[in-house]
Nanobody, 121 residues
Framework: QVQLVESGGGLVQPGGSLRLSCAASGSIFSMYTMGWYRQAPGKQRELVAS???????NYADSVKGRFTISRDNAKNTVVLQMNSLKPEDTAVYYC???????????????WGQGTQVTVSS
């Protein structure tokens, strides 16, 4: 069992920056691939960025060069640094934890409650 709590969302002007944090508890943090997803009104939830326990990262094409995901296993946190924000980045952002043994632990997939990010003038 993993509990995830997101923080850092808010209202920012285009071109601005936000730093989202996700705090995990209840299990061994290093055993999970961590990711950030987002869902805008009327759209499907999409992967924004992910980072494996080994530090490998993956980004959606729409955020490459602007967003950076990182993790601190000692503090059980994952951070999404968002720069050069655009109005189309507006969405609810969700933290996700997926067990590294994906095929052996398919039920070990957890979500936070989400944090709102609004990019507007």
């Amino acid at each position: 069992q993993v509990q995830l709590v997101e923080s850092g969302g808010g209202l920012v002007q285009p071109g601005g920056s936000l730093r989202l944090s996700c705090a995990a508890s209840g299990s061994i943090f290093s055993m999970y691939t961590m990711g950030w997803y987002r869902q805008a009104p009327g759209k499907q939830r999409e992967l924004v960025a992910s980072v494996t326990s080994g530090g490998s990262t993956n980004y959606a094409d729409s955020v490459k060069g602007r967003f950076t995901i990182s993790r601190d296993n000692a503090k059980n946190t994952v951070v999404l640094q968002m720069n050069s924000l655009k109005p189309e980045d507006t969405a609810v952002y969700y933290c996700n934890a997926e067990h590294i043994l994906r095929t052996l632990r398919p039920s070990a997939n957890y979500w936070g409650q989400g944090t709102q990010v609004t990019v507007s003038s």
